[in-house]
């Protein structure tokens, strides 16, 4: 059952450089506690990112994520604080009608050929940090970001996984100083949750070569969409 969760989470990341932790995290928490799961697929996905990156390193846009570097940073000892204050329901709610929004969007491919002003970085990178360090599902606030800034696909997947190594790497500092990723059994689900997850990538890269840039747009608000209707049943139950 989790073999099978990872294999669709990173496929579904293969394709569109981001998502891995919208499916993994909720599904695996079913059986799993929240406070594995999380920094378990913050191991994976920062490898997958590593894997990503590297291999696409030459496409990547910095002058697009210099922007969200310091929200970014802000957002996660944000939510690392209130991770331990504030209950989750409001917030997953919140989080669930925002990507919701742009989830029909994406769908219904209303993108102009103008992008929209960095100034849109700051509230981006502060909510994509926070909900990164809360749930480990931070990615879809940067997404709907890029997704107005970057319209090349290749670049758009090769920009999203610099950006979330770098993230990666913060969170992996926090989760350290809380011992959460120093629980025993994370090491070992790790190692093997590493072929299934390379898997995943090959098949997934393998079905972006043949998209659009439409059908791209769409398949993000797909992803959107589900991720959204997840938060949202979370939230209310």
Known sequence: MAGGILL???????VSGFGSGLVAVPLLALSLPLQFVVPFILLTDFTASLVLGGSNRKLVNWDEIKPLAPGSIVGILLGATLLLQLPREPLLLTLGLFVLA??????????????????WALPASLTGGTVGALFGTGGPPYVIYFSHRIHDKGVFRATTSALFIMEG??????????????????????????????????????????????????????????????LLWKAWH
């Open 169 to 230: 790497c913060l969170r992996g500092v926090v989760f350290l100083g809380t011992g959460l990723l120093l629980q025993s059994g994370i090491l070992m689900a790790y190692l093997g949750a590493l072929p299934i997850m390379a898997l995943g990538l090959w098949l997934g890269s393998r079905v972006h070569v043949g998209l659009s840039s439409a059908q791209m747009a769409r398949t993000i608000g797909i992803l959107l969409l589900l991720s959204s209707l997840s």
């Open 8 to 14: 669709l989470a990173y496929f579904i990341r293969g």
């Open 102 to 119: 742009f989830a029909v969007r994406s769908l219904l491919y209303l993108h102009g050929s103008k992008p929209i002003s960095r100034w």
